[in-house]
């Protein structure tokens, strides 16, 4: 069987367009984190209001934890 099919999902990376790798998910605020198989360029999804994943923005983790101004 091919081990691989369980962890991708659907959506490509806004960078580079590679498949998208579920690396969290919390249900009870409705957010998901997705990173991508080829750059690592970490996804942050939250879900809309008909229940759909919405693209919030994606960003490397050294991006993310800088203060911003």
């Known amino acids: 069987m091919n081990e691989k099919a369980g962890k991708t999902y659907a ?7 590679a498949s ?3 690396y969290e998910i919390d249900f009870k605020k409705g957010r998901r984190i997705m990173q ?3 750059c690592g360029l970490y ?3 939250k879900k809309g209001f008909f229940g759909k994943w919405k693209l919030v923005k994606a960003g ?3 991006d ?3 203060k911003s101004k």
């Open 11 to 17: 959506g490509k990376c806004v960078d580079c367009g």
């Open 20 to 22: 998208l790798e579920l």
């Open 36 to 38: 991508c198989t080829r």
């Open 43 to 45: 996804h942050f999804y």
């Open 60 to 62: 490397r983790v050294s």
């Open 64 to 66: 993310l934890w800088r």
